[in-house]
Each structure stands twice: as structure tokens, then as C-alpha cells.
């Protein structure tokens, strides 16, 4: 194979320094129901789609939420969100790993499990140069765990999964670049341990998109 | 042997759910000074004094932090957390934990790397039996790692450290522990990875104090 892989980026984590901030926004969401959540529970959770980790939460609480619950907690949890986003900042090295890829030519996309709304304002922190694919929640059926979003990223780039690498911060990302037959790549950079994403079956683990920068040439991209 | 060990434990993240609010406090009192590190950086040195976090991460940073800088952006910390001490509560199982020690007289301490005033303002969040020792920053040369911390709540418990267990969050409390020659205890409720707590030399590890009480017959706390 002579062509570059492709390279398919989580958002929240991974480009941005923003899960710290999503943890606390999903926190006081939560505790408007009244509901109070070990914080580490959350950050454990976070990068599965919204639904996904208030049925998870729900469990560790041991009731079910309501689909009207769901949606005010999913609501007030943006509102939260929006009130620190002015806190978050590109993660080191993540604008010019992404100009280094364009450079190079080597093909790639971010997809998250966000909302589009939620995603592009945390898009608008990175200069994304023009044409970069953006996969939602709200282009797929299924967020991370399953494989959809890095799927329909794949697609749009004309690569197989097999040929491309996801690069995430949790083990929702890894676990889905496996299910996706792609090789999964972990950073650090949005609080998980090392171990927790050698487990999950990471391919490599860097500390940020710096490091990564840094290797490239170990998960196979070269300059042109 | 016939007597119960005695506990030491850490405060933030293993009695009280602080870690992550004492997080973004450093954040946004660094973010002050005109210095953005990254969220994770910040959250895998809490448990550390104040001055040691400080120095780590300007070694991150690549530059030194004048005494004067270093006084100026620990109390904007301390203001910062301050304004969300409100969210702050005790983690699941630690008012019982402490309940049930009291009841079955097995000896226990807190010892925290935080000063006195703000180890105070967690301490209030809990149902601390009378007498229960409490050592905070003020009271020792050297916070964690050092085992100052952890040797002088042994002495206040007039037991050795070696017959005592050290129950905490993070890698530095277990790394204090083995220096003190006590057994450390790690608790996933700070927000490390169980790996980093193994790796560091934990005993054994537990999701949080109702964790812990579930399985204090492992650690050698038998009812009365």
C-alpha cells in the first residue's frame, strides 16, 4: 500500500482541552435533578454520546431516567458547558498536527459524539482547514462505543477503516476504532490513564497531540 | 498482633469529592498568570503541596515561577476553589466508613497536603468523630510525597506507620505510604486509573469509601 492512512480524530480530548469542563457541565446538570455523582464516574463516562452516559449513570444510581429527564439534563448540561467555553483552549500541538497532516497530504476527519451544534463551537477553537471532513452524532444512528461515527468518517475520506487510524483520549474511542477494524491511538490528554487505554487495545498511547506530532513516522505518516 | 490497624486518611478525593473542582481552580488561577497547561496535566498532580504542584508544572511549562508568583497564584487557587466549595460533597460510603471505625474502635487520622484553612473547609462537608487527629500542610516540613504527613498522623494515633494503612487517591499518597513503611490503599474516586495505583505500589484498590467499607475484612478491620 503506498497511499498515506487516514487519520481520524474524537474532538472533545483529543483536540481540545475540554473534557475537564464537559465533567463538571454534565456534574451540575445532574445535580439540578437532584442527583449527585461521584465526579470520576462522569469523567469515566464522557465520550459516549450523550444518552448512552445518562443510561450508565442511571445504572450506577440505580433508577432509570425518564426521556423527559433525559432531555433537560441533556439541555442544562449544554447551558453548563457554554457558560466555560470561553476556558477551552486548543490541547498542544493540535493545530499543527492538523496543518502537518494537510501539509503532507495525508487524509483526515474529526468525528464526535457531540451534537453538531456543540461540536463546531469547540471546531471553531482549531483551525480546521477547509474540507475536513466533520461527523456528528447527529450524522450517525449509533455514537461511540459502536463504530458509526468513525465508519461514516472513513466514507467520506474513499478509505476502508482497515486503512485508517483513530486517534482518541477514551476507551469509548478505542473500543470503537476496534469495532471499526481500524488501529485505535490514545492520548492522555483528556485524563485517562495510560493503562486504561492499553487495555482497551490501543495501538500506540501518546501524551497529546504534541507527542503525536512528535511520532508520527510510528504510526505511518510521511512526509510527502 | 492483636490490636486494629490504624487509618490514615487522605482528604481530597478519598473522603470528599474535590479533586476535579480543585482542578479547574489551578486552571483558571494559572490561566490568570497568563500560563494555559493542560487540564490532565493539572489533575495528575493534585494530592502534592501546593508548592511541589507548582514547581511540576513549571517544569511542564519550561519557565520558574518567582516566590512572589507562586504566592499570588496559590491564593487566586484558593479563591477560585472557594467559589465552588458548594458543589464539593462527601464521596459515597465516607461518613459511614468514618461511622464505622468509630463504632468498632479502630484508630484513624486525616492527613491532608492542603492548609489548615481550606483542609477545614472539607473537613465541615464530614461527620468527623471528636478527637479524630487531623494534620494538614501546616503541621510538616514536606507534603506528599514526603511521608511527613502520614508519620506525624501515626504519632498523633501513637502507633507506627508500619502498623498503620494509608487510604488515598492518588499515586503520591501511596508513594508517601511506602516511604512512611505503612500499606497504601488506593481509592479510583480522585479520578486515576486503577493501573497508576497498582504501579505506584497500592496494597489494594477500591472505587471509593463505600468500596472500602464493603471490604475493610481485607485490610485487617474486624468488628468489635
Same mark, same amino acid.
Given at each position: 500500500?503506498?497511499?498515506?492512512p487516514g487519520?481520524l ?13 464537559? /465533567? ?8 439540578? *435533578?437532584?442527583?449527585? #455523582?461521584? @465526579?470520576?464516574?462522569?469523567?469515566? =463516562? ?25 432531555? %433537560? ?26 496543518? =502537518? #497532516?494537510?501539509? /503532507? ?18 471546531? %471553531?477553537?482549531?483551525? @480546521? ?10 450524522? @450517525?444512528? %449509533?455514537?461511540?462505543?459502536?463504530p458509526?461515527?468513525f465508519l461514516?468518517?472513513a466514507?467520506?475520506?474513499?478509505l476502508a477503516p482497515e486503512n485508517c487510524l483513530v486517534?482518541?483520549?477514551? @476507551?469509548?474511542?478505542? #473500543?470503537a476504532s476496534r469495532r471499526a477494524r481500524a488501529l485505535g491511538?490514545?492520548? #492522555? ?5 495510560? *493503562? ?7 495501538f ?21
Open positions: 500500500m503506498d497511499s498515506s487519520m480524530f474524537d474532538l472533545d480530548g483529543t483536540l481540545i482541552d475540554s473534557v475537564y469542563m464537559h /465533567v463538571l457541565s454534565w456534574h451540575r446538570a445532574l445535580a439540578r *435533578e437532584g442527583e449527585i #455523582l461521584s @465526579v470520576w464516574r462522569i469523567h469515566r =463516562r464522557i465520550g459516549m454520546s450523550g444518552g448512552l452516559l445518562l443510561n450508565a449513570l442511571a445504572r450506577e444510581i440505580g433508577r432509570e431516567f425518564s426521556s423527559e429527564e433525559i432531555e %433537560r439534563i441533556q439541555t442544562n448540561h449544554e447551558a453548563e458547558y457554554a457558560k466555560m467555553i470561553d476556558e477551552v483552549r486548543p490541547l498542544p500541538g493540535a493545530n499543527e498536527l492538523l496543518a =502537518r #497532516l494537510h501539509s /503532507v497530504g495525508a487524509p483526515f476527519a474529526i468525528a464526535t459524539s457531540g451534537r453538531a451544534a456543540k461540536a463546531m463551537s469547540g471546531i %471553531r477553537k482549531l483551525n @480546521v482547514p477547509q474540507g475536513v471532513p466533520i461527523i456528528t452524532r447527529d450524522d @450517525v444512528k %449509533r455514537a461511540k462505543p459502536d458509526d461515527l461514516a468518517a466514507e467520506r475520506l474513499h486517534v482518541g483520549d477514551s @476507551v469509548w474511542d478505542i #473500543l491511538i490514545g492520548l #492522555l490528554s483528556g485524563g485517562y490513564g495510560r *493503562e486504561e487505554l492499553d487495555q482497551a487495545g490501543a500506540r498511547v501518546y501524551n497529546d497531540p504534541a507527542d503525536l506530532l512528535d511520532h508520527l513516522d510510528e504510526v505511518g505518516i510521511r512526509d510527502k
